[in-house]
């Protein structure tokens, strides 16, 4: 959902990736990893699944912990590229998405994966995905890139939903059958029946959006370039900027068990809000690396993940 990374957001995870495992780098294929290889590995996108976390990221790892992040194993996986989202339906099944068109799925919570589909002579690397039921799923990428299953992923077909190739950087579910789209250059398309048909929305930014989540009050917060943040109560119909002295680009966000919001991004930069994303403070990460993705970690501690694997960082769980 961190769209950005190499098309749209100046290559930020092209130039994070220089923090990567070399290609001449051994690493296994499978199994434990030490703590010095999780921290050169670049980490796109992250979830937590009761008291597992996976994440996934360049070269197509996937890794696995099952101890909020103190120890990590990387998946049995095929081979693929940058991988820059994931969606899990239930503790078991989850897919994965990526450059080249690729989609992979697991059915044991993450620890292996096979290939469902992969289309590198389309040159567009997917950017999220998400399912409205089991079954039913949507993968969007860059230039327009569109796909979706009826059947859990043994078959994804394309579909053109725009009339141009704006990069569709991210879908999420806002609603019961409604879904949004964020995109390049302030793109916005909402569905109010599961994706079947997708409608243009006034967008309050003509800069690129990379991601959106909906807080527990049911409101709509999207963000994107040069730390740009709205905030809407009507279904993504109308919305209010909110106030960000910062302006380094936002690529991912979380919406945590108690409500908080987090807002992960560029230099280091990770917003968090107790109030639904009406306003947000800064939160003392101790890095500059471009930061992805924030996952709920152990009492009073949370995951960033990045360009320099994860991150622990104090997070207590309510203002004290």
Known sequence: MLAGALALAGCAWARGAANAPAAGDILPRSGPL???TMGRLLLVDAVRIGNRIV???DRGYVVVSEDHGVHWARAVAPDAPLLTAL???DAKHGWAVGHDEVIIATVDGGHTWTEQFRAPAEKRPLLDVTFVSHEAGIAVGAYGAYYETSDAGKHWSARKIIPDDRHLNAIVRIGEGRL???GEAGTLLASDDAGRTWTPLASPYKGSLFGALVAADGAVVAFGLRGHIYRSTDGARTWTQVANPSAASLMGGTRFPDGGIVLAGAAGVALVSRDDGRSFVSLATGTTSLLAKAVMAGPDAVLLF????????????QER
């Open 306 to 317: 990045g360009e320099a694997g994860a991150r622990e960082v104090p997070f207590p769980s």
């Open 180 to 182: 949004l789209i964020v």
């Open 34 to 36: 030490r703590a010095a």
């Open 87 to 89: 969606e899990f339906t």
């Open 55 to 57: 994440a996934v990221g």
